[in-house]
């Protein structure tokens, strides 16, 4: 039989066999890239009974048939020889080095030895592959607001779409500012008044078909902008600056390119570029002295765009420094001297003047008289509450300096005291303790029923008591400056064992007596209650 005529059979067959695409051949299209292979699978599973399986191809226009399997082995057209076969077990067709126009429709014809016949038909694209995808600008740089620029993606395949991203995230046209055009090779986004985030993502486009996807190259294009709003820091900043301190004010704004930054005092330029101004650029201007306002004009070449901040006042101070308190170097007794302190500071402007005592502030009375516009006190006629540290600050608004004083009033000894056990048993440990206010601190010595001891400390302890230790003690407290001394005595008795013991404490005693005074109180009460809650019937 002739290929006229196997062709003219097959195509017979396929028009009056049975047909159940289902059973035969997967839902299409198949996707394959040009040059590469493709392979159309059947959905048979066990091997089909058949005399022959035959394969054709259709471009919309004919019917052309491809290849034939039989018992005979493969019979291939000729326009397909050595690039085609067909698998004797399931029918699936595969087809080498694929070209454009491959691409169609693909028909199977199974013929079974009594010439049933079953088909089914698939639709196969070959697909070129994407490349030289390139992203290019309308023009080389833009200014924000003022420019439109169009990008175009161009590449190589078939079948194409585009997408567009800023980064990671999709480019959405919104059909005002940004626009999408597609075409068969290219995508135009075009984007008017451009803004400095347009553009900086970086910029990729994408092309793809069903089987392959290709980015551009990252895509840059330069958004000049600004300067925008201003600002100088620190945002605040006091009223007075310290003189020769690290303060400084620095001036900034977004801008691309950066710009350059200049300085005025009022409405005058200063020599200082840059966006930084220094105390010591003011100091060196010879500025400071009042309060006077700073300005920072930042200005973009690209843009051609220049901006002032907000005007800075402030006043420049020396700070307060060298601070020293003068006192009396004489010793000071209670009662007897007066005493002036004199507050100077070497440096700086002095605002205000404080005077403290112990941390506390000392307040005027008939005998603390300030004076020299509080950089003096007098004490007249000093007391024993005089001693202690005296604090002079002097203060203004950019520092505080202060120094301290320590005045001693020597003073006493006032009346001495022992405090100890009146009454002990023999062994029993003994502490006697004297004191006696006084500046400087007294100097102690004890008498044991009228005679020196060797005693010499505020303290006068025995380990165990004897009974030779009954008897008077007497302190004797004396201060060395004002030469005054003070005495007091105490009477120990020395028992035996267990005679402290014997009867009550006192302690106890004293319970005991609270105990009754207190249940008698109760009793009282309970009276005047029953009395009020019972009703009295009258005489009368």
Sequence with gaps: MDLFALKSFLLLLLFTGRCAPQDILPAGPVNAILGHNVTLTTLLVDKPNYAFISWSFSDGKEQVPIATVGSQGLKPNAAYEGRVSINATNGALSLSSLKTEDSGDYSISIIAPDGTTDGAEIKLQVLEPVSDVLIKSSIPEAIEHNSTVVLTCSAKGSFLKFTWTNGTAPIVADGKRLTLKDEAASSMLTITGVLRTDLVGPIYCKAANPLDTKSSP?????????????????????????????????????????????????????????????????????????????????????????????????????????????????????????????????????????????????????????????????????????????????????????????????????????????????????????????VPPSIYTWKFNGSETPVKTADYSIAEAMYKDTGSYTCTAYNNVTGKSTTASHFLSVKEEGALDEGLSDGAIAGIVIGVLAALGAAIGLIFYCRQKVPVESPY
Excluded at 304 to 324: I, L, N, Q
Excluded at 390 to 396: A, D, E, L, S, V
Excluded at 399 to 419: I, L, R, W
Aim: with cysteine.
């Design 218 to 438: 990252a895509f840059n294009l330069t958004v000049y902008y600004g300067p925008d709003e201003v600002t100088i820091s620190p945002a605040k900043w006091p009223e007075f600056i310290r003189s020769k301190s690290d303060f400084n004010l620095t001036c900034s704004a977004r801008s691309l390119p950066a710009p350059t930054y200049s300085w005025y005092h009022k409405e005058d330029l200063m020599e200082v570029p840059g966006p930084l101004l220094t105390l010591a650029d003011i100091e060196a201007h010879k500025f400071g002295m009042e309060k006077e306002e700073y300005t920072c004009r930042v200005q973009n070449i690209k843009t051609g765009r220049t901006v002032s901040s907000a005007p800075v006042a402030f006043a420049v101070m020396e700070a307060v420094t060298g601070v020293k308190i003068t006192g009396p170097t004489e010793k000071l007794m209670a009662g007897n001297s007066t005493a002036n302190l004199t507050c100077q500071a070497a440096a700086g402007t002095v605002k205000t003047k404080k005077w403290l005592k112990d941390g506390k502030p000392l307040t005027a009375s008939s005998r603390v008289i300030f004076y020299n516009n509080m950089s003096s006190v007098f004490f007249n006629m000093l007391q024993k509450e005089d001693n202690g540290k005296y604090t002079c600050q002097f203060i203004n608004p950019v520092s505080t300096a202060e120094a301290v004083y320590a005045m001693v009033v020597n003073f006493g000894p006032e009346p001495a005291s022992v405090k100890g056990e009146v009454a002990v048993e023999v062994n029993d440990p003994v502490k006697l303790t004297c004191s006696a206010a006084s």
